[in-house]
């Protein structure tokens, strides 16, 4: 009986504990503008400013501040890294003139959303490998929390 009940407040703090963490995900919002078109997942989207929240656990909303179609809601999977982050940054892969959102950091943590590659940019990637190019060039664009 003490067994069952251990159990059942093990589970109760864990339900309770991932409810915190995915309202707490969601909380955010990033401000930050973008001076070049990119692509979000499979959308492309105009330079301009953006808002990124966190809609839902795992996902992400990229919202032009002034245009009703702007907008890109995109799977993302959370990334750590060693130390915590001294500044909120949206970070793209460049292939010449085509960028891709590909990681968002958000000041004073730890983790982060990583985009996985668009058929897009994996094709491009692959192009460009054929003929000899490096990789792409990493962007990093500083933005705020709103």
Do not use: C
Not at 22 to 36: N, T
Not at 72 to 87: I, P, R, Y
Not at 102 to 117: F, L
Not at 131 to 139: H, Q, S, W
Request: proline content about 3%; hydrophobic content about 45%.
């Amino acid at each position: 009986m003490k067994k069952r009940a251990s159990t059942i407040l093990s589970m109760a703090s864990l339900l309770i504990l991932l409810g915190a963490s995915a309202a707490f995900a969601g909380s955010i919002e990033i401000r930050a503008d973008i001076p070049f078109d990119f692509v979000a997942g499979n959308k492309m989207l105009p330079a301009g400013t953006y808002n990124v929240s966190r809609p839902a656990t795992g996902t992400l909303q990229i919202r032009n501040h002034k245009l009703d179609h702007g907008i890109a809601t995109v799977l993302v999977n959370a990334m750590e890294s060693a130390k915590t982050q001294s500044s909120t940054r949206l970070i793209f892969n460049r292939y010449g003139d085509r960028y891709f959102l590909s990681q968002v950091w958000t000041v004073g943590r730890a983790t982060g959303d990583s985009v996985p590659k668009s058929s897009q940019e994996r094709e491009l990637a692959k192009e460009l490998a054929a003929r000899g190019a490096l990789g792409p060039e990493i962007v990093s664009i500083v933005a705020t929390v709103e």
